[in-house]
């Protein structure tokens, strides 16, 4: 298993953790199934805890049926269905663009709701191996390549257009709304729909 550089997954997997505390406290001495359950998504935490990314694990799990090209996925269904169920609530599961988006539905107190949510999330960004994002140093060499002369465009919702201007903001991330789109994960700070702490990006404008 290689090693990861996603910020994202490592901050969810902490809420995720302290989540399972609450669920094994809650739920007291747990069925089979929700121990298994409580195995699957602790393994899936030490992974991202440990700096690897949880989908380079083989992928043993013998009901693969619904999603058999990708890897944990049926793991990671079963585990949060059967943790749902656990705390009388549902978990439907389905595929957006990449990922395996989670919803849980009703729970039997705030507490169980709340942790449900944080490992659902976990889920979600465990289940795509992203390209590790880019970096300045990464667009240096990139540019390096190129010939100084060849104007920098962006795609636009209209189409491709001229950059006009780079700057450094603050952003964060959307509260899990960015599970129904595939870009636009981020807004940039001050904004109150956001999770987690902010980072320093550079941004590429198309106004100056």
């Known amino acids: 298993m290689g090693a990861i ?42 992974d991202i805890e440990a700096g690897l990314h949880p ?8 009901q693969r049926d619904h999603w058999p090209g990708r890897p ?68 240096i060499e990139l540019l390096r390549e190129l010939p100084p002369d060849l104007p920098v465009m962006l795609p636009c919702e209209a189409g491709i257009d001229h950059a006009r201007a780079v700057r450094v903001a603050d952003v964060a991330r959307h509260r899990r709304d960015w599970t129904w789109t595939p870009v636009g994960q981020y807004r940039e700070m001050p904004h109150e729909d956001t999770v987690g702490p902010p980072i320093r990006a550079a941004i590429i404008d198309l106004v100056g």
Do not use: F
């Not at 949060?80 to 978990?91: E, N, P, Y």
């Open 72 to 139: 944990h996925w049926d793991r990671w269904r079963w585990a949060i269905k059967a943790l749902a169920d656990a705390c009388g609530a549902t978990a439907h599961c389905s595929p957006k663009y990449h990922y395996m988006r989670v919803d849980v539905r009703q729970a039997r107190s705030e507490a169980l709701a709340v942790a449900l949510d944080d490992i659902g999330c976990a889920i979600e960004l465990a289940s795509d191996k992203e390209r590790d994002a880019m970096t300045v140093a990464d667009l």
């Open 5 to 46: 550089m996603n910020s994202d997954l490592e901050r969810a997997a902490r809420p995720a953790r302290k989540a399972l505390a609450v669920l094994a406290a809650e739920l007291g001495e747990p069925s089979p199934d929700t121990a298994l359950a409580l195995a699957i998504i602790e393994q899936m935490l030490t």
């Open 55 to 62: 989908l380079d694990r083989p992928d043993d799990w013998p």
